[in-house]
């Protein structure tokens, strides 16, 4: 029993090491609404991403966090970061995730003041490969914000961000 154990220990231990780790650098361009609190607006940015995972055969999963400069229409000036963890497959050159925004905040810098919203929220991404360390990418994030000022809000901001990332690792 013990020989058995140890044999299992020593497979699952080199099944690790020997996974295929991926570094991604994203640059991100994206347009979207924000819908809520200022009324529905039209939302675009730019912005970079990074994505560090594990991969095991054709499944992978990830942590994923992203800074991005939006612009709203009536709005000078937005910040949007996000943090979250993501689960997908690879099939043919083309991968599919979903991902789980653990943290996310929208700071929006008026002239007169600065509103600072928390949320959470879900993104769906498609990638498809270019090149051996290229691929163009498809995140569509859908977010609620929760808090506004310590103020309760309803608050929904859907952005699509299409992207090409480079494999680093």
């Keep these: 029993?013990?020989?058995?154990?140890?044999?299992?220990?020593?497979?699952?231990?080199?099944?690790?090491?020997?996974?295929?780790?991926?570094a991604f650098l994203h640059l991100e361009a994206g347009v979207g609404y924000n819908h809520g609190h200022y009324e529905v607006q039209k939302a675009q940015g730019i912005g970079w991403s990074g994505k560090l995972g594990i991969q095991l055969s054709h499944f992978f999963i990830l942590a994923d966090a992203g800074v991005h400069d939006l612009q709203l229409i009536h709005v000078p000036n937005a910040e949007y970061t996000?943090?979250?963890i993501a689960a997908g497959i690879e099939l043919r050159g083309w991968r599919i995730?979903?991902?789980q925004i653990l943290n996310t905040e929208l700071k929006i810098n008026n002239t007169t003041s600065t509103t600072q919203l928390t949320g959470e929220g879900l993104k769906i991404g498609l990638s498809g490969r270019l090149a051996s360390s290229l691929f163009i990418n498809l995140e569509s994030r859908?977010?609620?914000?929760?808090?506004?000022?310590?103020?309760?809000t309803s608050q929904i901001m859907d952005l699509s961000f299409l992207s090409l990332s480079w494999v680093l690792l």
């Design 97 to 99: 995730w979903i991902t």
């Design 82 to 84: 996000d943090f979250g």
């Design 1 to 22: 029993m013990i020989h058995k154990l140890i044999v299992l220990l020593l497979f699952c231990t080199s099944s690790i090491f020997t996974l295929k780790t991926h």
């Design 142 to 152: 859908f977010i609620e914000f929760n808090e506004s000022n310590k103020i309760p």
